[in-house]
């Protein structure tokens, strides 16, 4: 099955310098990349995500980029606010079998104002 | 519009009681999704539904059960629980598989 690895696990950035988070898969068929925000005592909520018939995609601050070749996707965020700490989930999904999210071990972000 | 709700959102059980988690959406989603969260491990599928009265196993299904009898709820059953079990429970959501989920706002059950 699918495998997804994510870094770092830990992330402390200074309020408006930018914050990227990288992510591996194994699963070459895999063909969508949401990424999650979730915040303290909160469920989950998809940010921004990206199939595979695209390499980049942005919306304002946020960005994802996608490396097929490589089976990476990364998360950038721009101009970094105190509201953007939060955990971070990376996921990918197949394109046969079971073909549900497997999710990413989270990264935990704080924006030090 | 609720989106997802989810019942109760703490739970406090012994080793070996047995309870039923509710989710519940409004979405009128096709797909629902039950994860458990625990400490540097992010989000693990334990059973997942495709539609009433279909269910299926995710990654980590053994000691839980699920039903689907209706469209908009699914419910995770503890048959014994154990402590290994103490986790936060979330329920998602979504249309079809390769769209948005949705989640709730979580379980937080612990097993003595």
């Known amino acids: 099955g699918e495998n997804v690895e994510q870094h770092p696990s830990t992330l402390s950035v200074q309020e408006g310098d930018s914050a990227v988070i990288k992510c591996t898969y194994s699963?070459?068929?895999?063909?969508?990349f949401p990424w999650y925000k979730q915040e303290l005592g909160k469920g989950p909520q998809l940010i921004i995500d990206?199939?595979?018939?695209?390499g980049e995609k942005k919306d304002q601050r946020i960005a994802v980029t996608l490396n097929k070749t490589a089976k990476h996707f990364s998360l950038h965020i721009t101009e970094t606010q105190p509201e953007d700490s939060a955990v971070y989930f990376c996921?990918?999904?197949?394109?046969?079998?079971?073909?549900?999210?497997?999710f990413g071990s989270g990264t935990r972000l704080q924006v030090q104002p | 519009n609720a989106g997802v709700t989810q019942t109760p959102k703490f739970r406090v059980l012994k080793t070996g009681q047995s309870m039923t988690l509710l989710c519940a959406q409004d979405?009128?989603?096709?797909?629902m999704y039950w994860y458990r969260q625990d400490p540097g491990m992010g989000l693990r599928l334990i059973h997942y539904?495709?539609?009433?009265?279909?269910?299926a196993k995710g990654e980590v299904p053994d000691g839980y059960n699920v039903s689907r009898l209706k469209k908009q709820n699914f419910l995770l059953g503890l048959e014994s629980a154990a402590p290994s079990q103490t986790s936060v429970y979330f329920c998602?959501?979504?249309?079809?598989?390769?769209?948005?989920?949705?989640f709730g706002p979580g379980t937080r059950l612990t097993v003595l």
């Open positions: 998602a959501s979504s249309y079809s598989v390769g769209n948005e989920q949705f």
């Open positions: 699963d070459s068929a895999s063909n969508y």
């Open positions: 990206i199939r595979s018939n695209v």
């Open positions: 996921a990918a999904r197949g394109d046969t079998g079971r073909r549900a999210l497997t």
């Open positions: 979405m009128n989603h096709e797909y």
């Open positions: 539904s495709v539609g009433e009265g279909t269910t």
